[in-house]
């Protein structure tokens, strides 16, 4: 007999040559680990192991034979170089609302491609996370600072989702009933499509008027969208316009350029309710669309209704100041389809790199910069003369140019520039930070003007902005690259992220994120190119997005796969916008339920809110699967009504429920569709395809199984995948009106795809399918050896889970008091980052390993649960007080160390609980319990006063 490993492969012969692949440095346990694990999960080889977990009748690995056999990393660079190269990075002036821009050097190597910082979690467990939560905490202190507002929220999707939000903010905090919106006609026509898109099933009517100088339309409304500069460019004060909405009864939104606003009277002092827009040109790459952050920002008393993440201000058990998530912490899986918004993933990375570039630059820099801006914009302007449609511009000027504007746009495009083409007779263009004197003079040249001589007319902008901004020392103290460089690292000091340990975050799938799928991101072939560039300067971005289109299709059984949704929420509400859709087109529009099981993740219910339909909660049986029979209740009750289910598959707890396939039957039966949550894909692929097995659309998150880094929060891609039936009902080109666009850019965050495409071509067929493989067979080993001290909540037929499990700790804490929240502070103590708490069930720990750990980190954190185990029993037997103990008292900072010391346990066992000289490298949270609901009752979200630490 041949021999075989794990896998059913035939194994090397002893003394062959070992070349590793990249899968088996991207997969932890090796063959050797794996016969340490199997045995304990019960089962012989990896084959076994996919038998017995997942049902027979959904196994199907047939759809990776499309993939391209797996290349090495080197291979891999090699070919994205060729891809890079491929696209044309001209000089992009074409403007809205996307601007070239200088990242500095320190803030690329140091930020953007540091571990560091890119393979953090949203900062939900704040002790860990000191670092990125100051970062965000500059973030929001620098756009209510630059927009004049009080609050603003750490990050939005981008411009035209900020936008979105925006609306729905206004509709939410307002009085007025009207279910009308005012937008002016100068908005960027992406983000009039996505707000279109937003309203229709919210039955929010929007009506277009030229406010600048019509004013408002009759009527009544509830909100006012507008911009400054706008889409042509034009300079508005909205003073007016502000105070005669707010008199009859409606709220105001503006949008606002942040560069801009260093010289400009901003939004805020011009009495605007809310604030949105992108911090794009601070710093962040073009990315031929993305990611990059947008913005929202609030009057105060409108700090409670805002959307996504907003860090707050609170303290620490011994009194310091320490920061968390505010108010709204996993708002959706409270309050569902309730919830102010969807928005889960966020841009966190992106806001950080934004907010560094405020810091480095400071209040002078950034005014410096919008002025040199300014002068390249009027140079053009007086070179045009009264060809230039507005006296008041920043960056941007509109020329007319009857009958010529396509001719100037090729002319411009042969010097390497591309400009903005309008419509037949006008064209735009927008300088930045990149631009030069001799890209003003090229400018010129394609409209056959000359450089005027002399400097340019004055008083095309009239500085207007009296307020100071900026003026924390955040913004002061970090203008020199070694101070930067070492408040980088302070920052990144305080935090867990995967450079320092596993992050067992069940639901989130926080796996390697390889260097090789992370370097092509920042070439500039992918990250300078405009999104509305030609599209014959990206057919290198253009095959990546082709490729993964066919590859995300064969690995999940779909026909069509749109990548433009920024984040898995957004995904989702496509998806359930395209059932809609369908069913609206065969005169279905009574169709308007979407049921969800409990279990489900809350920005599912949310979505569903958002695409106009009514969520019906089925329930789950005691064993954590779909309630059939209450599926048969709930879909008799709603026959007519009934749009589609919303599944996770598998289960948000853990396990692949058996009857998938009946359930999806049923839902058919009964003439809905069935959306299957594709977040935990992660267990799927290569051996099952949600497309094939029942599905008719699903979303993916390429931040969860395929790579890209979570960023502390953010950049995420969620694809949705469909079914040919629902194909005509993806989001299409924002720049169309009628498109259904989700997003401002047509490939959403394009500059991050080739970290997916690299990852799958690496991999191949065999290495996927081993990572799904291994990445349960590491949940099942921790779920075998931990049960005995925490048990497993929910388990399939044959006692396997899935990817992930689920440690339940409410019969612990009834008998000792000691609670999730206890054991995941404690961990920290042990050098771990807590698994994911009290999602989905309450008072219980959600474990998953992914297939990147290898059995010395999964061995270090079982033992670390098992140490914690035993503490907590010293608890539960009185040997410690059930209020004084070192679970209580967790996590302990090296100031424990020093000072008084009154507690029932030493000061080893507070930092060093397994021992002093323990292999594990020693991690020291930056401060102690904080305490969340002392920063909720006193709200503060930007940077406090520096005599508040010292107090
Ligand atoms: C992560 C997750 C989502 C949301 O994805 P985001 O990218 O954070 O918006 C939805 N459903 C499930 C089951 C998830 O785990």
């Not at 809310?274 to 700090?303: E, I, K, M, N, S």
């Amino acid at each position: 007999m041949v021999p075989v490993d794990p896998c059913g492969r035939p194994a090397r012969p002893l003394g062959a040559a070992v070349t590793r692949s990249f899968a088996d440095r991207h997969i932890g346990p090796d063959r050797s680990e794996l016969d340490t694990m199997l045995p304990v999960v019960g089962v012989g080889s990896l084959d076994e192991l996919a038998a017995a977990a997942l049902p027979a009748t959904i196994l199907d690995g047939s759809g990776l034979a499309a993939l391209p056999p797996a290349a090495t990393e080197h291979e891999v660079l090699a070919e994205l170089a060729g891809l890079a190269h491929a696209n044309t990075v001209a000089t992009s002036m074409i403007g809205l609302g996307y601007y070239d821009t200088l990242t500095p050097p320190v803030l690329v190597r140091n930020l953007l491609e540091n571990p560091a910082w890119y393979t953090a979690y949203t900062p939900y467990q704040p002790e860990i996370s000191q670092g990125r939560l100051e970062a965000l905490l500059n973030f929001q202190t620098m756009v209510s600072d630059l927009t004049g507002m009080d609050v603003a929220n750490a990050s939005m999707l981008d411009e035209a989702t900020a936008a979105a939000e925006a609306m729905t903010l206004l509709r939410r905090a307002g009085r007025s009933k009207s279910a009308r919106l005012v937008i002016d006609t100068d908005l960027f026509p992406q983000t009039k499509t996505v707000l279109y898109t937003r309203a229709e099933p919210l039955g929010i009517e929007i009506v277009e008027a030229e406010l600048a100088d019509g004013g408002l339309p009759d009527g009544e409304f509830f909100g006012v969208l507008v911009q400054t500069p706008g889409a042509s460019g034009r300079v508005v004060d909205w003073t007016a316009v502000i105070a005669a909405a707010h008199e009859r009864g409606a709220l105001v939104a503006v949008g606002a350029d942040l560069l801009a606003m260093t010289l400009i009277t901003p939004p805020g002092e011009q009495g605007a309710d809310v604030c949105f827009g992108t911090t794009q040109r601070f710093g962040v790459p073009l990315g031929f669309g993305g990611p990059h952050a947008g913005y929202l920002a609030v009057r105060q008393a409108h700090a409670r209704q805002l959307p996504g993440r907003l860090v707050g201000v609170s303290v620490d058990a011994d009194g310091d100041v320490a920061y968390r998530l505010a108010l709204q912490t996993r708002e959706q899986h409270i309050r569902r389809e309730k919830a102010t918004s969807n928005i889960c993933t966020a841009q966190v990375l992106l806001a950080i790199v934004a907010a560094m570039y405020a810091s480095y630059h400071g209040a002078d820099g950034l005014r410096a910069i919008a002025r040199r801006v300014h002068g390249h914009a009027a140079a053009i302007a007086s070179g045009l003369g009264e060809a230039v449609r507005h006296d008041n511009f920043f960056d941007t000027v509109l020329v007319q140019v009857p009958g010529v504007a396509e001719a100037v746009v090729a002319k411009a495009k042969s010097r390497g520039i591309n400009l903005r083409l309008v419509d037949a007779d006008h064209v735009g263009v927008a300088c930045d930070e990149a631009t030069t004197a001799a890209h003003v003079a090229a400018v010129l040249e394609s409209f056959g003007a000359t450089v005027p001589s002399g400097p340019p007319e004055a008083g095309a902008v009239v500085e207007t902005r009296t307020s100071e901004f900026l003026t924390h020392p955040a913004f002061t103290r970090y203008h020199t690259e070694t101070a930067m460089l070492r408040y980088l690292r302070s920052l990144s000091d305080k935090d867990i992220a995967l450079d320092r340990s596993m992050i067992p975050l069940g639901s989130c799938t926080m796996k390697l994120n390889a260097t090789a799928e992370m370097e092509a991101i920042t070439w500039p072939g992918f990250a300078r190119v405009h999104p509305y560039a030609p599209v014959d300067d990206a057919p290198g971005l253009l095959k990546v997005i082709a490729d993964l289109e066919n590859w995300l299709s064969a690995i999940t059984g779909y026909d069509s796969v749109s990548l433009q949704p920024n984040a898995g929420s957004q995904g989702e509400y496509a998806g359930l916008l395209a059932i809609r859709r369908y069913h609206l087109d065969r005169g279905d529009a009574h169709r308007d339920t979407c049921l969800i099981p409990s279990s489900a993740h809350g920005t599912n219910a949310a979505s569903a809110a958002m695409a106009g339909l009514r969520v019906e909660v089925v329930k789950c049986r005691d064993n954590g699967d779909v309630d059939l029979d209450d599926l048969r209740a709930k879909i008799a009750d709603h026959a007519d009504r009934l749009a589609c289910i919303m599944i996770t598959y598998p289960s948000t707890h853990g396990v692949y429920e058996h009857e998938v396939a009946e359930l999806c039957a049923l839902v058919h039966e009964a003439g809905g569709q069935v959306y299957v949550d594709g977040a935990n894909l992660n267990a799927l692929v290569g051996l099952a395809r949600p497309g094939k097995f029942g599905g008719d659309v699903s979303h993916l998150n390429l931040h969860k199984t395929f790579c890209i880094p979570h960023g502390g929060g953010g950049p995420g891609v969620g694809p949705v995948a469909v079914r040919a039936h629902l194909a005509p009902y993806l989001p299409g080109d924002p720049l169309e009106r009628d498109s259904h666009a989700v997003s401002a850019a047509k490939y959403g965050s394009a500059s991050i795809l080739p970290i997916t495409w690299a990852y799958i071509r690496m991999m191949g067929a065999d290495g996927l399918r081993r990572a799904s493989l291994s990445a349960i067979a590491s949940a099942n080993y921790i779920a075998r050896r931990l049960d005995e001290h925490f048990p497993v909540l929910y388990t399939g037929e044959n006692g396997m889970v899935a990817h992930e499990c689920i440690l339940d700790l409410r019969e612990i804490t009834k008998q000792t008091g000691v609670t999730v929240d206890d054991v995941a502070k404690r961990l920290a103590d042990y050098g771990f980052h807590a698994p994911t708490m009290s999602f989905p069930v309450a008072g219980t720990l959600m474990v998953e390993p992914t297939e990147s750990e290898n059995l010395a980190e999964l061995d270090d954190f079982i033992d670390a649960m098992i140490a914690i185990r035993k503490e907590i029993d010293q608890v539960g037997t009185g040997v410690w007080p059930a209020e004084d103990n070192p679970l209580r008292g967790a996590p302990h900072t090296a100031a424990c160390l020093v000072g008084e010391w009154d507690h029932p346990y030493s000061r080893e066992t507070a930092v060093y609980p397994r021992g002093l000289g323990h292999a594990r490298a020693k991690v020291w949270p930056a401060v102690r319990r904080i305490d969340g609901a002392y920063g909720d009752r006193n709200l503060v979200c930007s940077c406090p006063p520096l005599d508040a630490y010292t107090e």
